[in-house]
């Protein structure tokens, strides 16, 4: 069983940056397809990005696309987040998860284990 803890979260100015890392342990990521989601306030938790186990293939939610990067460092048992040109709609609470699965996953019931979460606050 892998846990996941993030980090990086916090409260940033409109236009301003963000890195999210997730932290794994118990299991070695590397055989792991890893993700990103956030909840906002009363909205039900959305993909925002995904990664391949190699970090080979990616995918971003349209509204992230081109202002966010998913990477990992397989090494380090980590999955970063950066986010770039951030907006108030930004603002949520951002989860990692991971699934063993050398395919890329973008739909939240095919994870299986989740993170605390991080909160990301986007001040207009």
């Known amino acids: 069983q892998v846990q996941l803890v993030e980090s990086g979260g916090g409260l940033v100015q409109t236009g301003g940056s963000l890195r999210l890392s997730c932290a794994a342990s118990g299991r070695t990521l590397s055989t792991y397809a890893m993700g990103w989601f956030r909840q906002a306030p009363g909205k039900e938790r959305d993909f925002v990005a995904a990664i391949n186990w190699s970090g080979s293939s990616t995918d971003y939610a349209d509204a992230v696309k081109g202002r966010f990067t998913i990477s990992r460092d397989n090494a380090k048992n980590t999955v970063y987040l950066q986010m770039n040109s951030l907006k108030p709609e930004d603002t949520a609470v951002y989860y990692c998860?991971?699934?063993?699965?050398?395919?890329?996953?973008?739909?939240?019931?095919?994870?299986?284990?989740w993170g605390q979460g991080t909160q990301v606050t986007v001040s207009s």
């Open positions: 998860a991971a699934e063993p699965s050398y395919n890329l996953v973008v739909t939240i019931g095919n994870y299986d284990y």
